[in-house]
């Protein structure tokens, strides 16, 4: 296991981070607290320290769990969670961005993981009925107070996390320091603006949902049970070609499909720290094989290609050579801009 930067502070964490959400088995599925506690020392033992949690998790019980998982050795780990969704049955405040929920969603999850502080909080989803400010000054006040030490946010816009982090630098309040958004090899739509803001901001992203849910494992072609089974989920023509493309790279290789999955994202520009979560200790060693994956330029490029997006207007319109020579003038082909978020732009159309 190799450590990353935690954004634009000086927070190390692993370039793996575990996801708890699979932490407790109190809505069906999920792992146990046996289990559970071996897949953590499984983790810890290969390097990892970046733990990622949430108040809502298997009902509460994934904090809880933790709490009594980490005992005695909570310095150990960067132990992250969220606020924001509510419990089911819970009062008319119990859910939001607003500082209320934020407070007592804290205050309990501190409770449940029996430490007196965050990490990380991350800001679960927009609600779009409290202010952008009310969220920054109140995430402020709160690491002023001790008990969270780095703020991120999770499946927000890029517009609105812009807006925040220039709100809070304006200021003088805490910023963002990552984002958490979906990203994997079928879902690359983050390219368009959620990356390039991350990248503009240096934020650390973390990936949820690395393998599509089970998708690009093949665990479905196999005909095996998955989640997707409920929701009656069946890949498109791209995806099947982009789950085509990843089994043969991994048949290729000797690696599964899993691995090359991760290896793909951990390749990606950036600072993108995948999020493994398993319920059985032989999902998180598959996973962790990933580190050990080199995907030769062949690889990439294929699966580049086999998942690519349309990044939609306006960045589709402005890589057109014609307006490129329009916005950069007739000798923009000779121009080498080293700063790479224009970089990419220009060169990615040669």
Known sequence: MRYTLFGRTGL?????????????DDMGWGADKETSARILDAYADAGGNFIDTANIYT???SERILGELLEGRREEFV????YTCGFPGGDVNAAG?????????????LERLRTDRLDILWVHARDNFTPVDEVMRALDDLVRTGKVLYVGVSDWPAWEIAQANTLAELRGWT???????????????????????????????LAWAPLAAGKLTGKYRRGEAGRLDAWGDKPNAQEEDVITAVLEIAEQGGWSAAQVALAW???????VVPIVAATKESQLADNL????????????ARLD??????????????????????????????????????????????
């Not at 979906?182 to 368009?192: G, M």
């Not at 994202?265 to 600072?271: A, E, Q, S, T, V």
């Open 175 to 205: 910023a963002f320091a990552g984002s958490q958004l979906r990203y994997n090899l079928l879902e690359r739509t983050p390219e368009r603006d959620l990356l390039p803001q991350a990248r503009a901001f240096d934020l650390a992203v």
């Open 97 to 109: 961005n607003h500082r209320k929920n934020l407070v007592q969603s804290v205050e309990a999850s």
């Open 289 to 300: 094989g990933c580190l050990d994956v080199r995907l030769d330029a062949d690889a990439v």
């Open 265 to 271: 994202l951990l390749g990606r520009p950036g600072n």
């Open 79 to 82: 132990l992250a969670s969220k």
């Open 12 to 24: 190390r964490v692993s370039e793996l981070s575990l996801g708890a959400m699979t932490i407790g």
């Open 59 to 61: 009902h509460g019980s």
């Open 305 to 350: 290609k086999v998942s690519a997006v349309s990044l939609g207007f306006p960045h589709d319109f402005v890589r057109e050579p014609s307006v490129l020579t329009n916005i950069y003038g007739e000798y923009w082909p000779k121009i080498d801009d080293r700063r790479s978020a224009y970089r990419r732009t220009v060169t990615d159309v040669r």
